[in-house]
């Protein structure tokens, strides 16, 4: 019995937690996806649910301080021209709005679109769609601001985990300049390490129990 215990530790211990990979598909559209009241949009994959909105911030110029006015226009934080929404095409997710494209751009006020997901998570690639090769984005997460002007051309897909920060519960793509538009036509994660499973406890400590049990009868 101890033999057989140890072994069961030994096999448990040995088999390390793999994190998930996460594949968020846009272009082809994520099964069961859905728009939300107020214009977002949510999904969810192998049990990771995300929301989608449509946001605006705002990028002076000079130093890195780009500040997000309201990551969700549904609220009517973005004021009566500042509506948007999350439009979704066979090219991606883009934001649309009042005299606006459905792309993500720096027409009328600066796009934001925000990924926000049910617990922390590591941020590891992005797709971009409809780039051109004078196009650039803005990437927070959790709502502070972590690079500006990241040319897109040569950097796509981008290596999100490239960044100084590339771990939160939401990460924004934002376009500030009035020739910056694209979609997110993909976006990877990888959600933390699965912890033991409850059945693997329980097998360790019934084993335990009946050598216990055993010891006690033959003592």
Known sequence: MKRLAAAVVATVVAVPAMAATV??????????????????????VDDLTMNVTAGRYRAPPGAPNDTIIDS????????????RYVRQTSRGLGIAGFWDGSSIDGNFGNDL???????????????????????????????ALVQEEIGIAHNNPFDLASLAV??????????DGAFDNFRIGGLQVEVAAVPLPAGALLLLTGLFGMGLMRRRATA
């Open 72 to 83: 969700d226009c549904s609220d009517g934080g973005c004021g009566n021209w500042g509506f």
């Open 113 to 143: 679109i925000t990924f926000a997901f049910d617990r922390v998570i590591d941020f590891t690639q992005v797709i971009f769609t409809g780039v051109d090769w004078n196009d650039d984005f803005d990437v927070f997460i959790d709502g």
């Open 23 to 44: 594949n968020f598909d846009f272009m082809n559209g994520v099964p069961g996806a859905q728009y939300t009241n107020g214009g977002g949009y949510t999904a969810t």
């Open 166 to 175: 590339s771990s939160g519960t939401s990460i924004s793509f934002g376009a």
